[in-house]
């Protein structure tokens, strides 16, 4: 049965990242020159993520980072520390608007003034890249857009839990004095540099979408979903 919309948000896109089933979009709501809270849009019929179909214009063509983007919706959806979750119309056509300048990226950075959510629980290759699940169960947003003071991105092989090993890109960074290594789930990133060899790659002038999963294993992990620099942008 179709979902009818009871209302739409038109949203700047900051993230339209892998994850299973699909994709992870979110971005934050816009409002005339200003922009507001964040918004992911999630479908209840594929385990919340956002498929191929669900995200295109009527022309064919996908959303992408740094549409601003309108989506028809049919209500919020929080689920746990994801509180802004809304659920689309899926039969609907999304519609674009235009495209970010780098400005209004930097206009759309958070001010966080203490840690990316909880520190001090790490993964065997990240840093302060976990939550467990009962600190997460207090915590009421789960995505932000940050200016880290340093960042590289680290392009290699990683060893899995049951044996061999995949290429991966992880986001070496420091933010408020506090160090990072968070995979990156950016597909744009990645088709830039899977194509290329592996190695650091130190990345200069650049906002990174910081998002909190949804609960795996008895943990939230934390992602770089989106790695935005100026030339990523329209021009003014």
Request: aromatic share 8%; glycine share 8%; charged share 20%.
């Amino acid at each position: 049965m179709s979902q009818e919309p009871k209302y739409t948000k038109t949203i700047l896109c900051l993230a339209n990242s892998r994850r299973p089933r699909g994709r992870c979009v979110a971005g934050k709501e816009v409002s005339g020159n200003k922009f507001g809270a964040w918004i992911r849009p999630v479908n209840a019929q594929n385990d919340n993520a956002i498929s191929e179909s669900d995200m295109q214009f009527e022309n064919g063509i996908a959303a992408d980072v740094l549409d601003v983007l309108t989506i028809p919706m049919v209500l919020p959806s929080p689920k746990g520390h994801q509180t802004e979750n809304h659920l689309i119309a899926p039969d609907y056509y999304w519609t674009k608007q235009s495209r970010a300048t780098w400005r209004q990226v930097v206009e759309a950075t958070d001010a966080v003034s203490g840690t990316l959510w909880p520190n001090g629980d790490s993964s065997y290759h990240g840093q302060n890249d976990k939550v467990s699940e009962a600190l997460a169960a207090s915590l009421d947003h789960s995505l932000v857009l940050i200016e880290p003071a340093t960042l590289a991105l680290i392009v290699g092989p990683e060893s899995l839990y049951g044996g061999g090993s995949r290429r991966r890109i992880r986001a070496s960074f420091t933010f408020k004095n506090a160090h990072y290594n968070f995979v990156v789930t950016d597909p744009w990133i990645e088709a830039q540099y899977f194509a290329g060899a592996d190695g650091d790659f130190q990345i200069g002038n650049a906002r990174i979408c910081v998002s909190l999963s949804e609960i795996i294993n008895g943990s939230a992990i934390k992602l770089v979903a989106t790695v935005i620099a100026p030339d990523r942008a329209v021009e003014e």
